[in-house]
């Protein structure tokens, strides 16, 4: 039976922006193009080995070829620009609602909203060099070491904070799907555009249908197309930000 009513939800967050109100045709629509997109998906019987294998082999090339000599770079500008540690720890959901913590460099003042609060555009929060790790995804490199112990993937959903994933499960349906896969370091939504700050829920529901899609595509190619798609998304926008500053 349909009532003209409007669905209101009262959540007592103020750090957070809340997600605007959704009447019921618009969240009967959202139910129908995620049960379009969300079906049953079993990858071929190989394909989590092969992944497990595949992330354990990139994530140990990189911490030993790469982060070895960036990371003693990175502590001395991060340490030289502000006070604090090198390290930001974030405890974030990962596979199956299970808590792990996530690795990052700082690239903001220490701050008490750091857990609750995302960060924005021209956030003033955001450090002279965290600027520039953040564009270039330099501070998510030690996430290569989540990878390596199996909390996360190189390609998967990404994870959100606790905070976050506790409040879009209240307000947004089918939210707790993106769940059902191991969070990666880059995603189906990331290649998409759809980075950073979470802009009101309609944003958010792409966002999700496209973590979706990605559940119910897995499979070895997708996971090398996103994984090259983002190296190509981070080199172009590395050279786009060091061509503006000079």
Not at 4 to 23: A, C, G, H, K, Y
Not at 122 to 140: A, M, P, Q, S, V
Not at 141 to 147: H, L, R
Request: with cysteine.
């Amino acid at each position: 039976m349909e009532h003209n009513t409007t669905l209101e939800f009262t959540v007592d967050r103020p750090q957070i922006v809340p997600i605007p109100q959704s009447n019921i045709s618009n969240i009967r629509y959202m139910f129908q193009e995620i049960n379009q997109l969300y079906l049953e998906h079993k990858p071929a019987a190989y394909y989590y080995t092969a992944k497990r294998i595949v992330d354990i082999a990139i994530s140990s090339i990189f911490i030993l070829l790469v982060m070895s000599w960036v990371t003693p770079i990175l502590a001395i500008l991060i340490k030289l620009t502000s006070k604090g540690p090198v390290f930001f720890i974030q405890k974030r959901t990962g596979l199956m609602g299970a808590e792990f913590n996530c690795y990052k460099f700082r690239t903001m003042y220490v701050n008490d909203e750091a857990d609750i609060k995302q960060v924005s555009i021209n956030d003033k929060r955001i450090t002279t060099i965290g600027k520039f790790l953040r564009i270039t995804h330099l501070d998510e490199t030690p996430q290569f070491f989540n990878v390596f112990l199996g909390e996360m993937s190189i390609v998967g959903p990404r994870p959100h904070m606790l905070y976050h994933t506790n409040y879009y499960s209240e307000v947004i349906p089918y939210y707790n799907l993106r769940l059902e896969v191991k969070p990666g370091m880059t995603g189906m939504a990331q290649i998409k555009d759809y980075i950073g700050e979470i802009n009101g829920e309609r944003e958010l529901r792409k966002r999700i249908q496209w973590d979706i899609y990605y559940m119910k595509n897995r499979s070895m190619l997708l996971d090398i197309q996103i994984l090259f798609t983002t190296a190509l998304k981070v080199v172009t926008k590395a050279s786009g930000f060091l061509r503006k500053e000079k």
